[in-house]
């Protein structure tokens, strides 16, 4: 212990460490007094512990204890064999030191960093035991669904020694069986299958479907795939709904076709007028030749002529001298105003120049003047000659045009993303007059999903296919919401310090780095830089076949798919035998990859494949120098090379790694590569040369940064929005779980019957006006469709009523009709109606709200470009609350008007219902290579740059309000406006 201290000191996490030191010399204490228990003893610690949580300790005063326990059992079963995952699997590990201060970090909700092959899974389960203790359930979550078995059945046996239960959630189970693996003690899963169980559970219909128990703990294994890749797309459950926009898309595609022709004959003849003029000798057409260059990047940046100019010599400095020098006088626009539309690669936006908007018909050109919304709206409040009604009408106007024209913009901008960006047999396929989408790192197709936000039906109308159904969200949640409603979080993976900080803002995670048992002694060489990257590969591929001939075993890291394959090929053609690993089946590749260190043994892996999976030395290896790291780019955040490095070297092994990089590599493309190509010109590199560099590397270095930063704009982006929805969520989660669970609502229900016949008499027969002045046609013909009450005033009646008399007599009349109904139907059915009502309108409205949410965010990311109202993320919580409010009262009055109206027979879920609910599809998408992302899609509104226009297209959708306020929320509830304070200090005061 006191080698390891000296070993790290300089590090800011040593003071961490340290402070334990004493915590695991007084664990080590209570093990050594362990020993001479006999099993039973030691079994009955369990209910000894439990019994002492119960009275009056704390997890915290048993801790030494219970680790020491786990310590004792992991010793009796040294030798003894099992079964994991139909290997038989001889127990081999007593925790060391280090694992227990990783352990005690685990428990106090922290991240352990602890590089890869430490045995983190050992150190789980000492925290783990001592948690379950309490009953409340422990989450053990894991990146696939392979290795939550594996862990469950290789640390099973130690838990179940203790005497607690143990189960394993997988993509195939039965509700019923889920549910009995949730009443375990210990619950192993992936973060999606969690995750969607949450969601579907909201989602049930009958009570006893609810599968989760209890958020309490959980501990995430690879935490920063799960926490930070993972989480850059939301978990959503959706259905399909019929819609109309398949009709827009066919309507704008001709129109797009015509830009879309126009630019690229641009684009190319000012390739051709750059080249001759470079083949010219003036020196004063350089610059000019430069600008060219420059617009046709704008235009279209994938152009193979110029992509392939690009490459020579000093064209990209030229390129990026003419780029600084209309940086500089900021005149970059006039660069893009010489195209129809110019693209952002870096942010994956397109915008349409006024040269794009004039090309349009005219009566298009038309539905690009985008109204400009609120300077009108507040003409209309200031025009004192128009009545109220009037007012109404023309802002319902305003709303409605400018509603119609953010949707057409938003579907040329679709479609014009779909021509450019978007591309056939690389980031889709058609199959059998289908759009499919290729998964950009394994290269397999991936049935059934669909881009979402219109751009599936842009592609679609591209391609001239029939253009399907949207579908709906039916449920959505991101992962950081997720995980953020357990008590207590904690975290373990090899690489979690560059992220650290992200861990923090995001998850309250703190970020603990613990020393390796043994020092370690990988060697990792500086990187080897390339021109071209045929180049590097035949660099990569003569690297292999030296190794693999001196009998060393190699592992090859790529980026996706394509670039395994294309090596593949090639160390075929070397006579090379390797394996191939896509990140797909994960125990077949498992199986694989545990055998990637023996002696020769090449193996080349996409950057998820085989996580998890322990790599242990052949015989003979340690002497060729352990097992070597190819690296083939680098991957867009440094953590997933410092993942890919881990490989070599576990527990005091030798190893090495090398990257080979190219100036082509994406990476290098988009965010280094002037700078890199510069730096080469002036070094003097040639062709088939290689260049290692500190230089070169921090350039590097600072390229990934850049997209690790943006990466995290993002993802902060993403849940910004999220978390404003999430408070709704929770609001009417809960509401609805009241209805789902309550053995009668029948009080609810009354309740609601009341305010919505008090909001009836509001709006009919305001306090302020006189009897003779009020709308009692109105009010009869609301009381008839909401109540099925048919209530008829006579002159000599009114004159003696007060507001208060009348909404009296209404409710008896309506309170009769509500007793009758249950007299009828009898206590029971009258209970499962009123439950249904609830549940199906909750339901329903939750739906729609959610796509109007959906839209009102890609409204307001449009119009955020525009500006001049505001954050976009305040003006979205005020709309989105404005929203909630109406649904919520539109939502009161449907589900009285349910109770009135049903009849019998309804209180199971109808067929549509039934159907509806197996056609839901679950989907996540996969983070398996990461490379730089080019396709990846930005959640909507994170777009900074589209178009400017569109707003609150659903405002010229708007239901009625009625007067009530949303319904209960609690005066010392937060608001579920999302604003953080108290509801009554918030929309509720005053009320
Ligand atoms: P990680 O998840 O940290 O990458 P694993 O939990 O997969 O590591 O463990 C890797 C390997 O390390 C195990 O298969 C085991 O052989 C070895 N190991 C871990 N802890 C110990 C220990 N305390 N004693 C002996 N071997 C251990
Ligand atoms: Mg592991």
């Known amino acids: 212990m006191k080698n390891l201290i000296k070993n790290i000191f300089g590090t800011k996490h040593d003071r961490d460490v340290k402070k334990l030191q004493p915590l695991v010399t007084e664990i080590n204490e209570h093990f050594d007094k362990l020993q001479s228990l006999s099993d039973e003893e030691l079994i009955a610690k369990t209910d000894e512990f439990r019994k002492r949580l119960a009275d009056s300790e704390t997890p915290d005063d048993i801790m030494p204890e219970a680790f020491a326990v786990v310590k004792e059992v992991c010793r009796r079963h040294l030798g003894q064999t099992w079964d994991v995952c139909d290997m038989p699997t001889e127990w081999n590990m007593v925790p060391f030191d280090v694992q227990l201060i990783g352990a005690v970090a685990l428990h106090q909700g922290k991240i ?23 009953g409340k359930g422990v989450h053990i979550v894991t990146v696939n669904d392979y290795l939550a078995r594996r862990d469950r059945e290789w640390m099973g046996k130690i838990y179940e020694f203790l005497g607690l239960t143990t189960g394993v959630i997988h993509n195939q189970m039965t509700n019923v069986d889920r549910r009995e693996m949730y009443q375990c003690d210990i619950t192993f899963g992936t973060a999606n299958e969690f995750g969607f169980d949450y969601l579907r559970d909201n989602m049930a219909q009958r009570a006893e479907d609810r599968v989760h128990r209890n958020y309490y703990y959980a501990i995430i294994d690879e935490v920063d795939s799960i926490l930070v890749d993972e989480a850059r797309t939301p978990l959503i459950i959706s259905g399909q709904v019929e819609s109309s926009v398949h009709d827009r898309y066919r309507q704008m595609k001709p129109t797009v076709d015509i830009l879309e022709r126009k630019q690229r004959t641009l684009v190319n003849d000012m390739i051709a007028k750059a080249e001759n003029m470079l083949a010219g000798e003036k020196s004063e057409d350089e610059f000019e030749a430069g600008l060219l260059l420059l617009t046709a990047t704008h235009g279209a940046p994938k152009n193979k002529k110029l992509l392939k100019i690009l490459k020579e010599t000093g064209m990209k400095k030229l390129v990026n001298d003419v780029e600084s020098v209309f940086m500089r006088d900021k005149k970059l626009n006039d660069v893009d105003e010489q195209l129809y539309y110019f693209i952002d690669e870096r942010e994956h936006a397109i915008v349409l120049t006024d040269m794009g908007t004039a090309l349009l018909s005219p009566a298009e050109q038309n539905m690009f003047e985008i109204p400009d919304i609120s300077t009108m709206l507040s003409e209309l409040e200031g025009d004192e000659s128009l009545s109220a009604e009037e007012r109404q009408k023309k802002s319902d106007e305003i709303y409605r045009i400018h509603g119609e024209r953010s949707e057409k913009v938003h579907a040329i901008n679709q479609l014009l993303r779909a021509y450019t960006l978007y591309e056939k047999d690389v980031e889709y396929v058609l199959e059998n007059g289908k759009v499919m989408i290729v998964d950009e790192f394994t290269g397999r197709i991936l049935p059934g999903r669909r881009y979402s936000d219109g751009l599936h039906q842009a592609i679609e109308a591209k ?173 867009e955040a440094r953590r997933i090379d410092r993942q890919l490095r881990g490989r070599a ?343």
């Open 463 to 635: 391609e001239g296919v029939r253009i399907e159904a949207e579908s709906q969200t039916l449920a959505t949640i991101t992962l950081q919401n997720y995980f953020r409603m357990y008590e207590k979080l904690a975290g373990m993976t090899g690489t979690a310090e560059t992220e650290a900080s992200e861990f923090f803002d995001i998850y309250k995670l703190d970020v603990m780095v613990i020393p390796t048992n043994q020092p370690m002694v990988r060697v990792d060489t500086e990187d080897q830089i390339y021109r071209t990257r045929p180049e590097k590969y035949k660099a990569i591929i003569n690297e292999i076949t030296e190794r693999h001939n001196a009998g060393q075993p190699v592992l090859v890291g790529t980026v996706s798919v394509d670039v395994s394959e294309t090596l593949s090929r090639m160390l075929k053609r070397a006579g090379v035998p390797h394996n191939v690993l896509n990140a797909k089946q994960h125990q077949r590749e498992a199986e694989i990859i545990t055998r990637a260190g023996e002696s020769g043994s090449v193996t080349i892996a996409t950057n998820m494949a085989g996580r998890g999976t322990d790599i242990r030395l052949g015989e003979g290896v340690v002497e060729r120098g352990g097992l070597h790291i190819v690296g083939t780019e680098r991957h």
């Open 649 to 991: 070297g576990r527990q005091g092994d030798p190893g090495s790694s090398a990257f080979f990089l190219s100036l082509e590599d994406d990476l290098m493309r988009l965010f280094g590569g002037e700078r890199l190509a510069t730096v080469m010109d002036r070094l003097g590199v040639q062709d088939d040369e290689v260049i290692t560099h500190k230089m070169v590397t921090r350039a590097i270095e600072r390229a990934q940064k850049k997209v690790e930063a943006q990466n995290f704009a993002i993802r902060k982006h993403t849940l910004d929005y999220d978390d404003v929805m999430n408070v709704q969520r929770k609001w009417i989660y809960e509401r609805r779980l009241a209805a789902l669970e309550r053995e009668s609502i029948k009080d609810e229900v009354v309740e609601l019957i009341e305010q919505v016949l008090e909001a009836l008499v509001d709006n009919h027969c305001p306090e302020k006006e006189y009897p003779e002045n009020w709308n009692l046609s109105g009010l009869t013909d609301d009381l008839r469709q909401v109540f099925l009450l048919n209530l008829r005033f006579r002159e000599e009646d009114i004159t003696g009523l007060t507001r208060e008399t009348l909404r009296d007599k209404i409710l008896e009349a309506v309170m009769h009709i509500f007793r009758q109904k249950e007299l009828t139907y009898g206590e029971e059915v009258m209970r499962q109606l009123e439950r249904y009502a609830v549940l199906s309108t909750i339901d329903r409205h939750w739906r729609d709200h959610l796509a109007e949410m959906d839209e009102l965010r890609t409204g307001i990311g449009l119009r955020a470009y525009h500006g001049g109202m505001g954050k976009p993320i305040d003006i979205y919580k005020r709309e989105a609350f404005k929203m909630l409010e109406q649904m919520s009262a539109t939502c009161d009055r449907e589900i009285v008007n349910l109770v009135y109206k049903l009849q019998i027979k309804v209180p199971e879920k109808s067929r549509v219902e039934r159907r509806r609910e197996m056609d839901a599809v679950a989907s996540h998408a996969d983070s398996t290579g990461m490379g730089y992302a080019s396709a990846v899609q930005a959640p909507a509104g994170a777009e900074t740059a589209k178009n400017p226009m569109a707003e609150a297209s659903q405002a010229g959708k708007q239901t009625r309000t009625y007067k009530r306020k949303v319904a209960k929320v609690g005066r010392n509830e937060p608001c579920p406006c999302g604003s953080g304070k108290k509801y009554k200090k918030c929309h509720g005061a005053g009320e």
């Open 112 to 134: 352990a960093e602890m590089a890869t092959g430490e045995g983190k899974t050992l150190v789980a389960t000492m925290p783990t035991y001592l948690n379950a203790l309490t």
